[in-house]
Antibody, heavy 120, light 114 residues
Framework: QVQLQESGPGLVKPSQTLSLTCTVS??????????WSWIRQHPGKGLEWIGY???????YYNPSLKSRVTISVDTSKNQFSVNLTSVTAADTAVYYC????????????WGQGTLVTVSS | DIVMTQSPDSLAVSLGERATINCKSS????????????LAWYQQKPGQPPKVLIY???TRESGVPDRFSGSGSGTDFTLTISNLQAEDVAIYYC??????????FGQGTKLEIK
């Protein structure tokens, strides 16, 4: 059973960088076949893709966030991470890591999500 | 990007009755080479991540009660929940996974008990 777990600060100051890591267990990122993604959900709102990464390092970023986002993978630790720079209150959200197969975009596993609040 | 539009934004249905949620895509998500609709439905309960209910527009995920059904093709899709139970209170999202990335979601439909 694959499990994903987000970790990182729950509070970030405006203009700083939001950094989260997703640790994958029960499956290897390095085995390929899946995209590893970050999705966020603003309070009481819908789901917004941040971006995703393949084990090879190929990435896709949401154009609306592209200038501020970097997603990276550490296959040795079976983790992937997201950095979002120059955050504002509008970046306050629950951040999920998730997985979907490269043969379809159907998300089969999600982390539980972590609330990140941007506030001074 | 393909835009997914759900209707209604919210609805209230009595226990034991039927709930119907619609999803419309801005372009077809039917892949002609395999005749599959690249459309999924997710259920999200408070404090939880979404969970897939239906994929390929009408295939129920393992373990999902058969009161949940999906239908439609091309650009118009429906999620039907028959014999509504209290545990079905949630927000429901459709998602297309047809186009080049990103695989966009609808805005969500909040289902409550009347």
């Amino acid at each position: 059973q694959v499990q994903l777990q987000e970790s990182g600060p729950g509070l970030v100051k405006p203009s700083q960088t939001l950094s989260l890591t997703c640790t994958v267990s029960g499956g290897s990122i390095n085995s390929g076949g899946y995209y590893w993604s970050w999705i966020r959900q603003h309070p009481g709102k819908g789901l917004e893709w941040i971006g995703y990464i393949y084990y090879s390092g190929t990435t896709y970023y949401n154009p609306s966030l592209k200038s501020r986002v970097t997603i990276s993978v550490d296959t040795s630790k079976n983790q992937f991470s997201v950095n979002l720079t120059s955050v504002t209150a509008a970046d306050t959200a629950v951040y999920y890591c998730a997985r979907f197969p490269d043969s379809s975009g159907l998300i089969d596993y999600w982390g539980q999500g972590t609330l990140v609040t941007v506030s001074s | 990007d393909i835009v997914m539009t759900q209707s209604p934004d919210s609805l209230a249905v009595s226990l034991g009755e039927r709930a119907t949620i619609n999803c419309k895509s801005s372009q077809s998500v039917l892949y002609s080479s395999n005749n599959k609709n690249y459309l999924a439905w997710y259920q999200q309960k408070p404090g939880q991540p979404p969970k897939v209910l239906i994929y390929w527009a009408s295939t129920r995920e393992s373990g999902v009660p058969d009161r949940f059904s999906g239908s439609g093709s091309g650009t118009d899709f429906t999620l039907t929940i028959s014999n509504l139970q209290a545990e079905d209170v949630a927000i429901y999202y459709c998602q297309q996974y047809y186009s080049t990335l990103p695989y966009t979601f609808g805005q969500g439909t909040k289902l409550e008990i009347k």
